[in-house]
T-cell receptor
Framework: EDQVTQSPEALRLQEGESSSLNCSYTVSGLRGLFWYRQDPGKGPEFLFTLYSAGEEKEKERLKATLTKKESFLHITAPKPEDSATYLCAVQAESGGSYIPTFGRGTSLIVHP | KAGVTQTPRYLIKTRGQQVTLSCSPISGHRSVSWYQQTPGQGLQFLFEYFSETQRNKGNFPGRFSGRQFSNSRSEMNVSTLELGDSALYLC????????????FGSGTRLTVV
């Protein structure tokens, strides 16, 4: 069974303190890995799609990387507005479909 | 550009009742997917519709059903509600089927009492 595990479950940072969130996966035939950000009371907001090992994407203070077993979301010099839950989802072939499997998320709080 | 619109935002129902939730995707998006989000299980896939046809289905009982109209708007229905159906129900749209760089709506918070 496909597994997507995110760590840590919760992370508290001081403003400006860089860190990384992890998303490890055990799937065969990865077609895509997605990162989303979710604010309280809202639906997830799409951030990145990564397709192959070695790929990297950046957006403002966020940088996502992908290896064959895991993805990292690096947050450089975070600000309080980066506080949110970050979700990753993995898309792989399973029984003829490509439905993404979501991890449980990492809840990030950035203190001013 | 209008986002994905879900109605209603909040709903309280009694066990045994049924409920219908509505989703209007982004204009031009033809695929609509539904998810259930709970603290215990996280985001779980319910189903995906494209061109008015259900193309993928998650591991939920038959009490959960949906449909898509010719304008890509979608509804999901839950019959014989159980307490465990209390959750945030999220609709997500994308341009094409199996394109999972979704745009999500804000969800419908369903509470079953």
């Amino acid at each position: 069974e496909d597994q997507v595990t995110q760590s840590p479950e919760a992370l508290r940072l001081q403003e400006g303190e860089s860190s990384s969130l992890n998303c490890s996966y055990t799937v065969s035939g990865l077609r895509g890995l997605f990162w989303y950000r979710q604010d309280p009371g809202k639906g997830p907001e799409f951030l990145f799609t990564l397709y192959s090992a070695g790929e990297e994407k950046e957006k403002e203070r966020l940088k996502a990387t992908l290896t064959k077993k895991e993805s990292f979301l690096h947050i450089t010099a975070p600000k309080p507005e980066d506080s949110a839950t970050y979700l990753c989802a993995v898309q792989a072939e399973s029984g003829g479909s490509y439905i993404p499997t979501f991890g449980r998320g990492t809840s990030l709080i950035v203190h001013p | 550009k209008a986002g994905v619109t879900q109605t209603p935002r909040y709903l309280i129902k009694t066990r045994g009742q049924q409920v219908t939730l509505s989703c209007s995707p982004i204009s031009g998006h033809r695929s609509v997917s539904w998810y259930q989000q709970t603290p215990g299980q996280g985001l779980q896939f319910l189903f995906e519709y494209f061109s008015e046809t259900q193309r993928n289905k998650g591991n939920f009982p038959g009490r959960f059903s949906g449909r898509q109209f010719s304008n890509s708007r979608s509804e999901m229905n839950v019959s014989t509600l159980e307490l465990g159906d209390s959750a945030l129900y999220l609709c997500a749209s994308s341009l094409d089927i199996s394109n999972y760089g979704y745009t999500f709506g804000s969800g419908t918070r369903l509470t079953v009492v």
